[in-house]
């Protein structure tokens, strides 16, 4: 069975700060997709990133930056010096199948960062 | 990425009658889902559109009272049947283009049922 946690119900954050995002999976397959989706107070969905299980090198794009440990079962993900832009619920993702297949959810994290 | 438009961007329903929503992609994509999100909760897959067959729905899902169409590789219908205020939800459109598995999700359709 697949399986999400986030664990951070809400964090909130003084603009500037870092500020990380924790995300546990759980699943028996040897192949799979970890994401990250933004959702901003306009309710879209936000594509952030794509990782497969065979690939843990750790990726930064800007103010983010994610840290994946197969040992550990996680994919954090981490913003530097957020912003009031940054406000948002994040949430983390796993796909299990190759040839592409449904996303499982976990709760999501709603981030606020105060100005 | 993909360009993903939905009809209607909101709605409000009366109890007992149903709302079909559309979801239309700017190209050919090779999946496409459609996912419900309850207010304050995460999301959850309904179905896989199946273009030219029936969907494949998720358990806790069925077809009577949540119909799909996908009569080609760039638009589907999702109905939500016979309406009660449990459906008052976003609903979400996804596509996938291709086998890397970037699924993006179209902007929603926020469904109030009175």
């Known amino acids: 069975a697949q399986k999400v946690t986030q664990a951070q119900t809400e964090i909130s954050v003084v603009e500037k700060e870092d500020v990380t995002l924790d995300c546990v999976y759980e699943?028996?397959?040897?192949?799979?997709?970890l994401f990250w989706y933004k959702q901003p107070p306009s309710g879209e969905l936000v594509f952030l990133i794509r990782r497969n299980s065979f690939d843990e090198q750790n990726e930064i794009s800007g103010r983010y930056s994610w840290n994946f440990q197969k040992s550990t079962s996680s994919f954090n993900f981490t913003i530097t010096a957020s912003q009031v832009v940054d406000s948002a619920v994040y949430f983390c993702?796993?796909?299990?199948?190759?040839?592409?297949?449904?996303?499982?959810f976990g709760t999501g994290t709603r981030l606020t960062v105060i100005p | 990425s993909a360009v993903i438009s939905q009809k209607p961007s909101r709605d409000i329903c009366q109890r007992g009658t149903s709302l079909t929503i559309q979801c239309q992609v700017d190209?050919?994509?090779?999946?496409m889902f459609w996912y419900r999100q309850q207010p304050g909760q995460s999301l959850t897959l309904i179905a896989t559109a199946n273009q030219g067959s029936e969907a494949t729905y998720e358990s806790g899902f069925v077809i009577d009272k949540f119909p799909i169409s996908r009569p080609n590789l760039t638009f589907s219908t999702l109905t939500v049947s016979n309406m009660s205020p449990e459906d008052s939800s976003i609903y979400l459109c996804?596509?996938?283009?291709?086998?890397?598995?970037?699924?993006?999700f179209g902007p929603g359709t926020r469904l109030t049922v009175l």
């Open positions: 993702a796993l796909s299990s199948k190759t040839g592409a297949n449904n996303l499982f």
């Open positions: 996804s596509v996938i283009r291709d086998y890397y598995n970037e699924q993006f």
């Open positions: 190209s050919q994509v090779t999946m």
């Open positions: 699943t028996r397959d040897t192949t799979y997709y």
